[in-house]
């Protein structure tokens, strides 16, 4: 799933990069926001210009270091086999009993047992902390003689041609006999936003303590209790509790955290000029889901008059491509359709009222992929467009916007980059901001902005954070590996922002430091 997010990225990214796009005239995010925030958005009710932002320096998702490398390399070479055509009769599996979760001395013997049924029969192979344990291939694992290193978390696959089916995580903790006293973290599940304290506690007198997180340390966490707050899907895994006894380790206490996001992206704005020197408007976005999903495309212009926007375009051009730049269907005019005015209605858009007007709107049902909209402006027209994504479907559907990204030229003063975006759901959502300027000349972009700075804002205009350079933090990179977003090159050149943030209407600016200009590309990845 990794290697194919990363795939849609880098094809989204080149997607970006067919057209070039200059946009002018950036609105300020009130603006923006009073012309695309749905009406039916929940209000933010906690104080946004101090949001509730992880304090880990989470480093260490799989396979995020050169230490990795062996496992990475043995790990490839595991791949069960699932036909795409299971033979006649046979049954994917479905894990029967679950493993259990341990607390162990050192020099114990240790047995972690499951069960599957399936036709034909599994097979099994034993994980530890999501990587392939080497020869760990039957129903039960068995540990000799436990030690200090064998604690973390253990989840056994069974597959055979028809399925895969992975197991619960069992933790295993060992400490040595005189620190048999000790008791640990308990494992938790909880939704994205939670505060989650895990602590040890009844370890001998002096004891010290380092924290580990899916195996490695994390920084500065040597006390007792390791609070994360605002917890996020990549806070999700297994935290160990290292306790020592001078240069000792005398216990390694292991407990797993679930995070659950109940919340999705909902809609993404852009503003900018067309027509001028053949500029276009450019947003896209990408679906992943089990089904389809029906997505509300606007690209607005005569109706962004009654907003106070000078020069609206007087004839723009919607044209949304799919897959190899395939042109999935195309608007000149919205036509006051039903359906296209029901659709504004559910989502919240603001109301094109002229049913004659030029502005232009898509409904469509499209399935998971990466996908381009542009907005062109007819004959010889030049003025503002915004462009508007929105998720149109109801409920809680099974498919959602993933990533939602706008590209445009962006200017000083009040002619920058700024995009608008929705959280919708009950539970808080984390969030991969990006706002990308350099590295998009190695996807053939030309006059890329040189440096960006990216701020967020909330639907009351208060600053909530700011990032002037990503600096190639462990955090922002492991996010955006786990989303499979393509690689910022620039690490003082790029930006980003990593940020759960509660129910609500977001703005996004980016800008150019000290003054640059240059295209610049905003991204929003939902984490889950």
Known sequence: MKILRIIISCVFALCLAITSSRASDQTTAGELQAMTTPNSAPVVTSNASNPPVSNLDLDNLPYSGPQNLGNLIFDMGYAPFVSPTPPAGSVAPAITSQPASKSATVGAVVTLAASASGTPAPNFQWLKNGSAIRGANTATLTLNSAQVTDAGSYQVEAYN???IATSNAATL??????????????????NTGATVSLAVSKAPAGSTYQWLFNGRAISSANAATLTINSAGPTAAGNYIAQVSNGSTIIA???????????????????????????????VGFVTQGSSSKQILIRGDGPSLSSFGVSNPISTPVLTLYGENQKVVATNSAWGGTTA??????????????NLKSTDTALLQTLSSGAYTATITAAGSATGTALAELYDADSGTPSSTMTNISGRAYVYTGGNTLTAGFVVAGPTSEEVLIRGVGPSLGGYGIRNALKNTVVTLYDTKGNQILSNAGWNNNDAINNAGNYVGAFPMMYPLGDSALLVTLPPGAYTVNVAGAAGTTGEGLVEIYEIK
């Open 161 to 163: 041609v028809a399925g």
């Open 173 to 190: 903790s060992v400490a040595t006999a005189n620190a048999s006293s000790i008791t640990g973290p308990a494992s938790l599940s909880v």
């Open 252 to 282: 390694e206490e292991s407990a797993n955290l679930n995070v659950t996001t109940n919340a999705r992206l909902l809609n993404l704005s852009v503003k900018g000029t067309v027509g001028t020197n053949g500029d276009v408007l450019t």
């Open 340 to 353: 296209l005015i029901n659709a504004a209605a559910q989502v919240g858009a603001f109301p094109i009222t």
